[in-house]
């Protein structure tokens, strides 16, 4: 029985559909019978192996006949009586064996096999019934399957509708190109019961943790709520197609990693393109070979793990460069760190205008000579961090510590007006900590504070260990200004005192032989002035 062919594409899009439909039964029969015969060797069930292996083989028939007979090849529409016929004889001797070793597994001889066994018979079943289906509605008088309008239109074949098979006909049509050793974590979505429930029974015998989905929609959901390192992802479903969740997960910055591999009875070449172009990792055609499934998921997953490794060593890269920059920026400043990320391989600067401030502690050596050692590391490590606090709020860059002694510059490597005024305040703010830094260290504090400014060179030395550090007269000689000073004051050169004019107090000292610059007049600082 056959009628005039449907417009091609209309034609192309129902054969397909009709693989989709009849392959998921005869696709579980197989994968079934395959897993029973693998049981039987373990088991030792020689005689129930014989049957197995048979009705494997009629599987295998089976299939081969609706490649056949569902391949579209030819001009004429499809002859439902040819396909009737034909399918019912493997099935027959499927549902035949199935129901013998049923019988047997039921009394005792198999019980491993029950489950896969009314399985497959299940599938027979449901194979029959959408044989008769298909007959019962080539009968009514809508022509032998070929009229694809008609069915369209009514929707009476229990084998599809409107909505399902009406989009393969604009998936069937070209589009213009578009811009093994691992278990994983594998979503199986197929809105075919049987097709769920084999391969996920398959991978997981593979060792793998497998969740189903029976459309688009719970496939979406499942990802949404927890990781997957693979999805086996049917093209062909009602609600939402496996090509729209394809480019839905695609589009997410948060789930585009994930590969997913297609499955679908659709082997036109235009539907693969268009899925590999929307960024699917592989195809497999219905029916797919065991063998070959567990391959490419193999591979599939080599890919995702290896992304991983690669993704966890560039954050541990990361996380390095950041510790290293942090460590930089402990003993660099953050310009200089900048310079030197940007290829810069000689720091080395001269600063016109710098303040530079010595801190030392007062009576230190005799203090060091009764403390016992743990107890003068905690007071420098108490004095100095309170010490690097300020310098951090008042803007300056401390350069080093000298044993008791505490260098910053202000001014560099960024250069300010205010350096001066700028460098008081901070001498200023350390003097007020020292109440409170006499208490936390239990023993009575005094500190010299020695300010000059003037031009200085300023650059970063070393190999192993970078120091960035400042020389010239005007380093030294704020050394003699703090040397020279007496303790709770801050003792000012004539230079920083013209650049402190106006803003703060005075207190001259009269003219001081400083070693290294002669007789000069100096200064205690005094309180600010408002302006």
Not at 89 to 114: R, V
Not at 129 to 145: C, K, T, Y
Not at 373 to 378: A, I, N
């Amino acid at each position: 029985m056959s009628s005039t062919p449907a417009p091609d594409g209309a034609r192309r899009a129902l054969l397909a559909h009709l693989r989709q439909e009849f392959s998921a039964p005869a696709n579980a029969i197989a994968g079934y019978a395959e897993m029973m015969v693998e049981d039987a060797d373990r088991a030792g069930y020689a005689d129930a192996k014989a049957d197995l292996v048979r009705i494997l083989s009629a599987a295998g028939s089976l299939q081969g006949l609706l490649a056949d007979l569902l391949s579209g090849e030819g001009g004429d529409g499809l002859d439902v009586a040819k396909v009737r016929h034909d399918l019912r004889t493997p099935i027959n001797a499927i549902k035949g064996y199935g129901e013998m070793l049923l019988e047997d597994a039921a009394d005792g001889a198999y019980p491993e096999l029950i489950d896969d066994l009314t399985g497959v018979l299940a599938a027979a079943d449901d194979m029959l019934r959408r044989i008769d289906e298909l007959v019962s509605f080539a009968s009514g008088g809508q022509g032998a399957a070929g009229d694809l309008g008609a069915e369209l239109a009514g929707g009476a074949l229990g084998l599809g509708s409107a909505s399902t098979l009406a989009p393969l006909q604009d998936m069937l049509s070209p589009r213009p190109p578009g811009p093994g050793a691992h278990a994983g974590k594998i979503l199986v979505v197929d809105d075919n019961g049987l097709n769920r429930d084999v391969i996920g029974r398959r991978l997981r015998r593979e060792g793998h943790e497998v969740e189903l989905a029976e459309n688009g929609t719970a496939a979406l959901a499942a990802i949404a709520a927890r990781p997957f390192d693979l999805v086996l992802l049917d093209l062909m479903m009602p609600d939402i197609t496996g090509y729209d969740v394809l480019t839905h997960l695609k589009a997410d910055a948060r789930t585009r990693h994930i590969p997913v591999i297609m499955m679908s009875a659709l082997d036109a070449i235009d539907s693969v393109v268009r899925c590999v172009e929307a960024g699917a990792l592989d195809y497999l055609p219905k029916p797919f070979d065991t063998t070959l499934l567990l391959a490419r998921i193999a591979a599939a997953l080599d890919t995702k793990f290896l992304r991983d490794r690669e993704q966890l060593m560039l954050s541990e890269l990361e996380r390095e460069r950041d510790r290293s920059e942090r460590l930089l920026l402990s003993v660099l400043p953050a310009a200089v760190v900048e310079r030197i990320k940007q290829g810069t391989s000689l720091i080395a600067d001269l600063v016109p205008e710098a303040t530079i401030l010595f801190a030392d502690i007062d009576n230190f050596t005799p203090m060091a000579g009764r403390l016992e050692p743990s107890v003068l590391v905690q007071l420098l490590n108490t004095v100095f961090s309170a010490f690097d606090r300020l310098v951090d709020r008042f803007g300056a860059e401390k350069i080093k510590t000298i044993g008791d002694a505490y260098m910053v510059a202000v001014g560099l490597p960024q250069p300010r007006a205010d350096h001066a005024p700028a460098a008081a305040r901070l001498a200023r703010a350390m003097l007020d900590e020292l109440p409170g830094l006499s208490v936390a260290c239990g023993q009575p504090l005094g500190i010299r504070i020695g300010l000059h400014s003037g031009p200085v060179v300023a650059g970063v030395i070393g190999e192993r260990k970078w120091a960035y550090d400042v020389w010239g007269d005007t380093v030294n000689i704020a050394s003699r200004m703090e040397s020279h000073g007496l303790a709770g004051r801050i003792h000012l050169s004539q230079t920083t005192q013209g650049l402190l004019a106006g803003r703060f107090a005075v207190e001259p000292r009269g003219p001081m032989p400083i070693k290294g610059a002669g007789l000069m007049s100096t200064f205690f600082l005094g309180p600010e002035q408002a302006v």
